[in-house]
C-alpha cells in the first residue's frame, strides 16, 4: 500500500502499449476540480496506453432532462448515464481496466461494466464530502447525504482492486470504507501548461489572481478582502459557482478587483502568467490543482495550510503556506518586500518542481492500472 506522497515506479506487470482503459465521471470535462483531472490525465495517457476514453455526461442534450442538482451547488447535477450510448462506447473500447472516479451515476456504473466486461476495477476518492457537508447543510441533511455518499462509496471501495486519493488525510477516510488498498496518487497537469514557452515574472508583487470554484469552501472572502486592504495592488478573479454573486458585487466596490468569469485554460494560463502570485486560501482543499497550474507557470502559490498539495514534498520550497489565523492581506505585506531576484529564483524552481511531480504522476498512473488490469472481452 502506497501511504506516502514520495513514488518510486516499479516495473508494471502488464506494459502500457496493451492498456485499454475507461474512465467513468459523473463530472463534465474540466468543470470542476475532478473534470480537469482526468481531463489533463488523459493527455498524458493517450501518449502512453493502447486507448484510453472517459465516459461522462455531455454538455447537452439529456442533462437538462435527465439531472439533478447537486445539493449545495445548482450549477453542477449528476446526471442519468445514456445507456446505449455507454454500450457502444465500451463495444469499441474493449476495456482491460475500468475507473470509476465519483460516486454518483456513472460512477456506479463503472463498476457494473467492469463485472460485466470481466476486466480490472480500481476507484478514486477526490472529495471530502463529510468536510462539504459541514459548510453547506443542516444536521438532518447533512446525515441523510452523508449516509447515502457513504453508502455508495463503501460498495465502491469494497470492490475496488484500490482506490486512489490525492492526499493522506484521506486514507484513513477510506480505509474505514472498507478499502482493501489506498494509493496516494499525484496530479497531472494539462499539457499547455508544460508546453508554452514560460513567461519572466514581474520583479515585484504586482498582480494577485484566484482561479477556481466560488463557493464557500474556497474562501474567497479572504482573497476579496486582500483586495479591500491593497488598493495598491491588482486583484483578478476566475471562475464560477454559486458565490458568483457575490464576487461580481465585489468588483463593482473595488476598483483594484477584477472578476473576469468562467476562464479557458488557454485564458486561465494568460492569467496566471500576467500574475505575480497565486492565492488559494480554502477552509478545505483535497489537493489544489490550480496551484500547481500556477507553479508549472514559474509563479509561487499561497495556498492554505490543509491543501492535500502540501503532502508533496517536491513543492514545499515553492509553496507559501497560508496557517490557520494568518490574513491573506498580511502575508501580501511580507511577499512586497521580495527583491526582483527572489521573485526569479523562486520561478525557476516553481515549474521545475511542477515538471518533475508531473512526470512521477503520470509514471504512477502508468504503473497502477498495468497493475491492475486484466481480462476484457475481445
Known amino acids: 500500500m502506497n ?49 484510453v476514453e472517459t465516459l461522462q455526461p455531455k454538455p447537452r442534450g439529456r442533462v437538462d432532462i435527465l439531472s439533478v442538482p447537486l445539493p449545495g451547488d445548482a450549477t453542477q447535477r449528476l446526471v442519468v448515464p445514456n445507456l446505449w450510448r455507454v454500450n ?16 454518483g451515476p456513472f460512477g456506479m456504473l463503472g463498476l457494473w461494466m467492469a463485472r460485466r466486461h470481466g476486466c480490472g476495477f480500481i476507484s478514486a476518492y477526490h472529495t471530502d464530502f463529510e468536510g462539504l457537508a459541514d459548510l453547506y447543510w443542516g444536521p438532518v441533511k447533512k446525515r441523510v447525504i452523508n449516509g447515502f455518499l457513504q453508502g455508495v462509496n463503501r460498495f465502491i471501495s469494497r470492490r475496488s482492486g484500490t482506490v486512489l486519493v490525492n492526499n493522506s488525510d484521506l486514507v ?17 497537469l494539462e499539457p499547455g501548461f508544460l508546453e508554452a514557452p514560460a513567461v519572466p515574472p514581474p520583479g515585484t508583487l504586482a498582480q494577485v489572481c484566484y482561479a477556481g470554484r466560488l463557493a464557500a469552501e474556497k474562501n474567497i472572502d479572504a482573497f476579496i478582502e486582500a483586495a479591500r486592504c491593497h488598493p495598491e495592488l ?35 494560463r494568460a492569467l496566471i502568467d500576467q500574475s505575480s502570485l497565486l ?14 497550474e ?10 492554505s495550510e490543509n491543501a492535500g498539495i502540501h503532502d508533496w514534498q517536491q513543492l514545499a520550497g515553492v509553496l507559501i503556506p497560508l496557517r490557520q489565523g494568518e490574513s491573506v492581506a498580511s502575508i501580501l505585506d511580507t511577499l512586497a518586500e521580495w527583491p526582483a531576484e527572489r521573485w526569479q529564483e523562486m520561478a525557476q524552481k ?14 504512477q498512473w502508468l504503473d497502477v492500472l498495468a497493475g491492475h488490469a486484466r481480462g476484457g472481452r475481445s
Do not use: C
Open 88 to 103: 457502444r462506447q465500451l463495444a469499441e473500447l474493449r476495456p482491460n481496466i475500468i475507473v470509476s472516479v465519483t460516486p
Open 172 to 188: 484513513q477516510q477510506v480505509k474505514k470504507l472498507g478499502a482493501t488498498q489506498v494509493d496516494i496518487m499525484g496530479t497531472p
Open 234 to 268: 491588482n486583484f483578478v478573479m476566475g471562475g464560477d459557482g454559486p458565490l458568483r454573486k457575490v464576487v461580481e458585487q465585489a468588483a463593482r466596490e473595488l476598483d483594484n478587483l477584477d472578476y473576469r468569469g468562467w476562464l479557458s485554460r488557454d485564458d486561465l
Open 279 to 292: 492565492v488559494l486560501p480554502s477552509h478545505m482543499e483535497t489537493f489544489g490543482s490550480i496551484a500547481l
Open 3 to 51: 501511504e506516502t506522497a514520495e513514488y518510486s515506479p516499479e516495473a508494471p506487470r502488464l506494459a502500457a502499449k496493451q492498456l485499454r482503459v475507461a474512465i467513468f465521471s459523473d463530472s463534465l470535462a474540466e468543470r470542476n476540480g475532478t473534470g480537469a483531472y482526468y481531463h489533463d490525465l488523459l493527455a498524458h495517457l493517450h501518449q502512453q496506453v493502447a486507448t
Open 350 to 363: 516553481a515549474r521545475q518542481a511542477a515538471i518533475t511531480l508531473n512526470q512521477q504522476t503520470v509514471a
Open 294 to 303: 500556477a507553479l508549472s507557470r514559474g509563479r509561487p502559490a499561497l495556498v
